[in-house]
Every structure is written in C-alpha cells, then in structure tokens.
C-alpha cells in the first residue's frame, strides 16, 4: 500500500489548527499581564553557602584536633561515662573521633549564612546525648600511607528560617582529608612500646637486641677471666644499661627509621666510660686486658647481626681415654669387654677341631625275618657288627673351611660294616630253631683337623700368612699348628678310629684349643699402637653449645660416642687383609680398646642426663625456664621489618624521614638526672629512667643451687673438692706473703689443716700406685712419691697438681722406670688413680671452711687494690692482686663427678624496666607540623558540652619490662666463670620498694612538670 493511501492513525487538520489557536492565546495573555510573580531564591543560596563554610569549618576543626589529640593522647581510659565510651581496645581512636566530634561541634556553632530574610546555620546533635553517639558520628581513617587524615562527620544538620519558622532543612554527611599524620605517629609508637616489650622467645625486640649485646660482653669477659684476668664481675650492671640503651636504638630504627640524635651520643658516650670501668677493673691484665676492651660494643654503628652471637665449647674425650685405656691393661671378668692380655692369648689360642663327613655311602640290604615254617614265630632277633677301615683309594678333598680356618691331615677311609642276624624261632609244640643271614655296609669317610682363629674384637678378614712363619713381626705365626693337628688326631685315636666313630654316630667332640707360641715384641709392638690410638682418641671432640651446655639441654658425652662410632672403622684401622695373626691381635686389641672408650662415655651420658635434669631443676627453682631460655638464646635478633601497622588501617610509609623520635631523657640511665634538664619532670625533682637487677646463680661462696645440681654425684652439700680447697689455699698464702692479716692467718691455717689431711690419703693412693705397678718396695715408692711432691711449695699447689695431673707425671719421672711401655703404663695409672682419689667423698674439704678462707682473702686483697690504686703499686704487689683475684672459682662444673670436667658453666638473670619521661614524635616533610606526646599525664576535655573538662584519661609513658637470661661457658679448668665479688645479686638505685622501676625522688613520686 502506497503512503497517500494509508489513512490509518491521522488527525484532522482542522484539530490541529484549534490547538495551535488556543495555545497562542494564551501565551499573548501571560505576557500581557501586570501582575506577573518574581521567583525567591534566597533559601537555596543560604543553604549552599551555609554548606561550603560548614566543610570548611570541619577541616579546621578535624585539623586542630587531630593535633591536640597528638598533644594529648590517651591510651588508658577512665573509669566513668567517657573512659567506657573510649574502650580498652582502640582507646586512642576512639578518642580521636571524640575530640573531632567536640571540635566540629564548637565550629559548626559559628556557621550562620544571611541571604535577605533568610538565615541558614549548620549543627551537630548536643553533646549530651553521651560521649557514645558523638563518636558513632565520627569515622577517621588514614589516607596516603597515613600521612594525612581522612575524618568523615556524620548527621550534620543544616537548617534555613525565615521570620522564626524553618523553610529549609536537610541532613548530610561530609569528609575532609587534613594532612596531619597522626595515625601514623600513633601507630609507629605503638609499635616502637611493643618492641620495647616483646618477650625474647617469640619475636625480635629489645630483650633479643639486648641479649645479644650480654652475650658478646660476657663471653668476652668469661674468656677473660678464665685466661687469669683478674675479672671480679663478669656480668655487671654497667653493661646491662649499655646494652639495653644500645637495644633501644635499635628498636627505634626498626620503628621510625632513624633514632634519636641524642640518644646515639648517650650510647657512645656510655660506651667509652663502660670501656674505661672495665680497663679500671682489670688493669694490669696485661695481653688480656686488651681483648676485653676490643670486646666492648663500638661507638660507631656496624652491622647488626641477624643472629644472636654463639658460643661454642669443644669437649674432648680427654680423661675418658686413660680410664678405658687402663681397663684395657687391667681386664675385665665380662667377656664383652676383653683386656689386652685375653686378646693376646686369644689371638694365639686357635681351635683345633677333629672333622669326619661320610662322603659315600652303600647300605646293605638286611633279609627279612624267614621262618621255617607256617607255625613257627620270632622270638629273638640279635645283630652283631663287624667293622673294618681301610685306607681309600684316590685323594681325598679337604672339607670347606671359612675365613681363619684351614683343614689339616686331611684323609680317606673305607669303612665296612659286617653285619649278621641271628633269629631265634619257637614252634608250636615249643620247639626251637635258629636261622642266620648276612648284609653289608659300604661308607668313605673324610677325616680332617680343621684349625680356626678364635673370634677377637674387630672386623672378620682373610690373615695371610696364616699357619705359617712370617707376617708382621715374622714370627711364629701359628706355624706350629699343624704339628698340633697332627698330634691333635693322633690324641683321638687316629684317622682309622675317626672314621669308626663317624659311622658308629659319635665322632663329633668340642673344639681343642691350643697355645701357640708368640712374637717376643708382640705385646710392646700392640701396646705402643693402642698406645698411639688412645691419644688420637683423647683428642677426638665435639663442639656442642655453650647455652645448651649452660642450661641442661647438652650432652657432649653422648656426642662423642655417636662421633666414635661413626669413626669407628677409621680408627679401629683394620686392612683388608691382615699380615698375619700378629697384624690380627694388633687391631683387635685397637677394637676392644674402642669397645672401652664407648663404654666408658656411654656411662658418662647417662651420668650427664642425670645431672642435666638436676641443672634444669635448679633453674626452674629460680624462675628460669632451660627450654625457653635455649629457644630464645636461638631465635633472630630481627625478623627484617619495620612492623606492622595497627589494625584497619594502611601499610605504614616506606618514607620515614618525616618523623623523628625524641626522648626525655635520651639515654636511660642508672642514675638519676636533674628534671631541669628533663621535659615532663618538675625542676626540683630527679628521675631515674632505668632500674636493673642481675643475678648470678652460681658464685662464691657455694650455695645451695650448685649443691642441688651436683649434690647427688658427689654427697651432700656442705664440702668441696680437694681441687677448689687447694686453689683457695693457694690463694691466701699469696695473699698473706704481702700483707700479715691475722684473720685471714687464723682461717688459712684451718683450711690447710683440712687440705693436709685429706692430701694425705692422696699421697697414699700414689705411693700405692708406684709400688704396684713398679719393682719399688713401699718405701721406695713413698720416696719417689716426696720427690715428685717437692717440685711444688704447700699443699695447696699439690692439691691443685694431684688434680690436674701434673703430680702424676712428676711421679712417673721420679720412678726411674725404664722402657717405654713401663713408662706409659705407669704414668696413665697414676693419671687415673690420681684423678679418682682426689674426686673421692672421702677427700672432700669443709665447704665453710673454704668459703670463709675465699671471703677473707678477697677483701684483703681489695684493701690492697684501693692502696694500690692510689699509688704505684710494686710489681710483687701486682702480682699477688692478679693471683688472688683471678684464683677465687666460680660457676658450675659441668661434670657427674667432675672426672672428666667437661665445662664450667654460668647462668645470669637479667631484669630491666625503664621508661621515657617525656616521648614525643615530630612529624613534618610536608605535612602540618605534629608532634605526639608520651608523658604520663592524665588528659581532660569537656565531652558533654557543660563548659567543664572531665578526665578522659591518660597517656602511658612510653616504657619497658625485659627479663632475659645471659649464659657463659669455659673449658674445664683455670678458675671457671663467674663473679667472685661476692654479690650474687646486682641491683641498681632505682631496684628498691614493692614496685622496683623507673621514678622521680618527689614525696609525692610524680613526676609531671608542675
């Protein structure tokens, strides 16, 4: 269909022409009339510009209180309406958008906009509907990695009135963004207080910064003091205050990204007076005295370890070698542990076994029973046997034979057996009848004498030569077995008789074994190599670790017999072939040697599980927990982060010029510092920013914690050994040679009275030694013995040389002994008998006795160090000072009877609590200069709008409680490890009262600025 022709949906034209008419009449009319309305548009502009000034006026108000909050932050609540509003949780958030909720308020009051008639204002609910819902009307939050921050204000009304009735109202929510960082400022301290605190077992912080720089001081000291140093206290408050200074700094780099200018000149002043104090202490230590200052923290930054600094103790088998080496001389009843002569005779007493094998056998038919008769029956049946030997044709193969065995007298034989029945028949009317019939045997039977080394220590390998002359030594070499072999069958009747018997079923009999003849140097060759190898094995050691070792979770003993044992096939030595048996005996007595030493230190790690758990007791008595003091003394110094940002909010700024920590004072010492020069203390008063307490478990004089440990190896407490006794005794004798104190006189005369009595069994045990040991008679002996005691003057110096063997070898050369073998054998018998005795029970010395002769000594000797100081001190002055001091033992031997001495050991707990006065936090670079404040003060503000400022709450100084453990590990010997001042317990000034910790010197204990 065509367009013109579709008439559907049209509209008269005439219709449109009315509407056009009418609309335009209208129009015309409008525009014609007089009194046409003007539009009032004053409401609307009032209300916008009434909105501009209200955001304006938010971000002044978010922007100042942001600040004043910085100011005067909170982060304890107070116990009423508005302290429970703020929370425990997010307490200073929370307080935050209290403070904007309080400054948008008092802003807002003033925004008033006039257009005409109308007047527009903006409002926020009344602060007495409760502290709860101002806040609820506030959101902060950071912006720009928390530089600046975001506030958004909640259910602000803005209301236009016009002659005293509201035209206009509506409600509305606005957000400013000020570039003030106080989130972050707030966080980072947040932070830098959990640093301060964070227990050293589970994350890095202060106590593991704080440790670390311990642990170097002391095992500097340690090593000092065991060289000879007259180190008096190896731990000393001193250094804990340095080394916790030195961990703040750390812990505010690890926070802020730089420290406190100041506090780094405090830590490296410190640092030079602790270096000076301890050369003080220890002058005239001479080559040492220099190792300990170098050991002092540098003045200037280095690179932080990632790890807390270890120590390692190399513990040896040592004694342990001479111990198993005489068992090995002396024998043993066990036949598990063979001496040297039972592997001697074994190894040239070989067994000698007479052998018949039937190789072929031919059985003869036996007839059957045949009667006469249908009515006869068996009554008796008899066999008689005759045998017959003969020689066998061909030669015969010698039996298989194993390692260490060969077949002797080998031969052949035939063996009949003539065998007649005879039968015995019965009729029935009982008559009888005998009948006979005939079978034989045929067997060849393989008679030999197999000779076989008996078993020995040691790995089975082929011996060649074996049964005859030569090998090494070129002895004998069990030539003579096969002439014993021969002699050996003959013994059972010969080949024929033999041979009998193994087809009569009882050839078989045990083994004979027979003495051969041996080398004449065997026994010196084997023992001058067991000899060898017990020095190889003495110097065998593990390192095991000083703080495992110090807190009863080491086991060196254990260590070293799991070394052995791995080593074992190296040290044992065995070739593939032996060359000869004089080769064989000489690495089976090395094998049974070896057996002894792991036996030895087998019973040694279980003497040392036993003392472990004792030392863990004794630690726990005194609230140290071993297993957490191990972890933590392992962990990382730092885990490689700044720290995480508080919850709900943005990572924390890489960029962290901007903010700069400052602390009242900088560096937290021991001593007080006037308040005039402190922020936050009043000016007549003096605060002690830190407070120190350090305990050494194990010193002089003996108690009970070194008892507890060592008590049930070695008696009850109440004595010691003959070896401290006599170092103590050598000590006041030094001592009294420069000044006559009669005190000090009558209490060495008292403990050598002890000492000489318990030396005497000592001299004894030595003089027995000799005689059984040597051709001397006792007389003779008890000469060699006076002889080899007068190279050392009292019996102080011979206790002390009776323990560490130098009295044995003394001896040994005193005895005139001749060969090398006597020599030795001498000389490690009295080691060991030495050793023994004067670890006994029965030698042990009055511990009180001791402790008073030390005490004494030790003040003398401090009363010559004061003169000494004050003028030039001679150099036998000098020398007795060192001797005396460095001669006091310390710390706990590490040891079930202190034979053998694996360490000596020592344990300090320290304790710190310290606090800033005054902490504050700058932050610029850009953003509105803020600076938060830590200073202990309480804070107020007027939250419900009554015109009065109520308590809100306080800020906490910024501050820190650390307990830490610090151990030290020396070898065995010298004077051990520890402080011999006789302080077990340091405490500084400020470690006083129920509540020990920082505090000002006011009545009132308040330290704010009034």
Not at 60 to 89: F, I, K, M
Not at 583 to 602: E, G, I, P, S, T
Not at 653 to 661: E, L, T
Request: hydrophobic letters at 40%; a positive charge.
């Amino acid at each position: 269909m065509r367009l013109a022709d579709d008439e559907r949906a049209r509209v008269p034209f005439a219709l449109v022409g009315v509407l056009l008419l009418v609309g335009s009449s209208t129009f015309a009319a409008s525009l014609a009339s007089p009194d046409a309305g003007v539009v009032d548009r004053s409401t609307d502009v009032a209300m916008d510009r009434a909105d501009a000034e209200t955001t304006a006026a938010l971000r002044v108000a978010a922007r100042e209180a942001a600040r004043a909050a910085a100011r005067d932050p909170v982060t304890t609540p107070a116990n009423n309406s508005v302290g429970r509003a703020l929370g425990p949780n997010e307490t200073f958030r929370n307080y935050l958008r209290l403070r904007v909720a309080v400054a948008a308020r008092d802003a807002l009051s003033t925004v008033e906009h006039r257009r005409g008639t109308t007047t527009a204002r903006a409002s926020l609910p009344p602060l007495s509907n409760g502290p709860g819902a101002a806040i609820r009307n506030v959101s902060v939050a950071g912006e720009d990695g928390r530089r600046a921050l975001s506030v958004t204000v909640r259910n602000v009304s803005l209301v236009a009135s016009r002659d005293g009735r509201v035209v206009a109202d509506r409600t509305v929510t606005r957000r400013v963004t000020v570039a003030v960082p106080v989130l972050a400022l707030h966080a980072r301290t947040t932070d830098y207080q959990r640093r301060l605190n964070r227990s050293p077992v589970y994350a890095p912080g202060l106590a593991r910064r704080t440790t670390a720089g311990l642990l170097a001081v002391t095992q500097a000291r340690a090593v000092a003091q065991y060289g000879g140093v007259p180190v008096e206290n190896v731990l000393a408050n001193r250094h804990v205050e340095l080394s916790t200074n030195a961990g703040v700094l750390a812990a505010q780099r690890a926070s802020f990204g730089r420290v406190d200018p100041d506090a780094e000149r405090g830590v490296r002043a410190a640092t030079l007076r602790t270096g000076v104090a301890d050369v003080g202490a220890v002058a005239g230590g001479g080559p040492a005295t220099g190792r300990v200052v170098s050991a002092m923290p540098s003045p200037n930054p280095r690179p932080s370890p990632r790890q807390l600094p270890t120590q390692t103790l190399a513990v040896g088998v040592n004694e342990t070698a001479d111990d198993a080496f005489l068992a090995f001389l002396r024998g043993s009843d066990a036949p598990t542990r063979p001496g040297l002569d039972a592997v001697v005779g074994d190894g040239y007493a070989p067994n000698l076994t007479v052998v018949a094998a039937v190789t072929e056998a031919r059985e003869g038919h036996r007839p059957a029973p045949d009667a006469p008769g249908p009515s006869w029956s068996l009554v008796t049946e008899d066999v008689a046997t005759t045998v017959t030997v003969d020689d066998a044709e061909g030669a015969a193969t010698p039996p298989a034979v194993g390692v260490g065995e060969r077949a002797f007298e080998t031969t052949a034989r035939r063996v009949h057996s003539s065998h007649t029945v005879t039968r015995t028949w019965r009729a029935a009317n009982r008559s009888r009848r005998t009948t006979t019939a005939e079978w034989t045997d045929r067997h060849r039977v393989r008679v030999a004498v197999v000779g076989s080394l008996r078993t020995l220590p040691g790995p089975r390998r082929p011996v060649d030569p074996l049964f005859d002359r030569g090998g090494a030594l070129s002895g004998p070499n069990l030539e003579s077995v096969p002439r014993r072999a021969r002699a050996e069958l003959a013994s059972r009747g010969g080949a024929d008789a033999v041979a009998r018997r193994a087809v009569t079923g009882d050839a078989n009999r045990a083994p004979a074994p027979v003495a051969a003849p041996r080398p004449s140097g065997l026994r010196p060759w084997v023992y001058e190599d067991v000899a060898t190898l017990r020095e190889t094995v003495r110097n065998v050691s593990v390192e095991v670790d000083a703080r495992d070792t110090a807190t009863g979770r080491a086991n060196a003993a254990a260590e070293l017999a799991a070394t052995l044992r791995d080593r074992r096939a190296e040290l044992v030595g065995a070739p593939a072939t032996y060359d000869g048996v004089a080769d064989r005996v000489r690495v089976a007595a090395r094998a049974a040697y070896l057996d002894a030493v792991l036996a030895r230190l087998d019973e040694r790690a279980a003497a040392a599980d036993g003392r472990n758990g004792r030392l863990r007791d004794a630690l726990a008595s005194r609230g140290v927990n071993a297993t957490r003091v191990s972890a933590h003394l392992s962990s990382r110094i730092d885990a490689g982060g700044r720290g995480s940002a508080a919850p709900n909010d943005s990572a924390a700024p890489n960029d962290s010029a901007a903010f700069v920590p400052d602390g009242d004072p900088a560096y937290l010492s021991l001593s007080g510092v006037d308040g005039r020069a402190v922020d936050g203390v009043a000016d007549g008063a003096t605060y002690t920013p830190l407070a120190t307490r350090n305990t050494n478990l194990f010193t002089l004089p003996y108690g009970d914690l070194a008892n507890a440990v060592v008590g049930s190896a070695l008696g009850p407490g109440g004595d010691v050994s003959l070896r401290t006794a006599g170092r103590a005794l050598a000590a006041a004798n030094r001592t009294l040679a420069v000044r006559d104190d009669a005190t000090l006189r009558a209490r060495r005369d008292g403990l050598q009275d002890d000492v000489e009595r318990s030396f005497g069994s000592v001299s004894r045990t030595a003089a027995a030694t000799v005689e059984r040991e040597t051709d001397l008679t006792r007389a003779e002996s008890e000469r060699v013995v006076a002889a080899g005691l007068a190279r050392w003057d009292g019996v102080g110096r011979r206790a002390v040389a009776a323990a560490n063997g130098s009295l044995a070898a003394a001896v040994a050369a005193e005895s005139g002994v001749r060969g090398v073998m006597a020599r030795d054998r001498l000389a490690t018998t009295l080691r060991v008998d030495l050793r023994e005795a004067t670890t006994a029970s029965r030698v042990r010395v009055s511990e009180a006795a001791v402790n008073d002769t030390v005490t004494r000594t030790r003040t003398v000797a401090k009363e010559l160090a004061r003169e000494a100081a004050s003028r030039a001190a001679d150099r036998a002055t000098g020398r007795v000072l060192n001797g005396t001091l460095g001669a006091v033992p310390a710390g706990l031997p590490l040891s079930p009877t202190l034979s053998p001495w694996v360490a000596t050991t020592n344990l300090w707990v320290v304790q710190a609590r310290g606090a800033y006065a005054r902490f504050s936090v700058s932050a610029g670079d850009g953003a509105v200069p803020t600076t938060y404040v830590r200073d202990g003060s309480a804070v107020r503000l007027d939250a419900d709008g009554d015109g009065s400022r109520e308590l809100v709450g306080s800020n906490d100084r910024v501050g820190f409680r650390l307990r830490t453990v610090v151990v030290a590990a020396v070898p065995p010997g010298g004077n051990g490890v520890g402080d011999v001042d006789g302080v077990a317990s340091e405490t500084s000034p400020a470690w006083t009262g129920p509540a020990p910790g920082p505090r000002c010197d006011t009545s009132t204990g308040r330290c704010r600025r009034e």
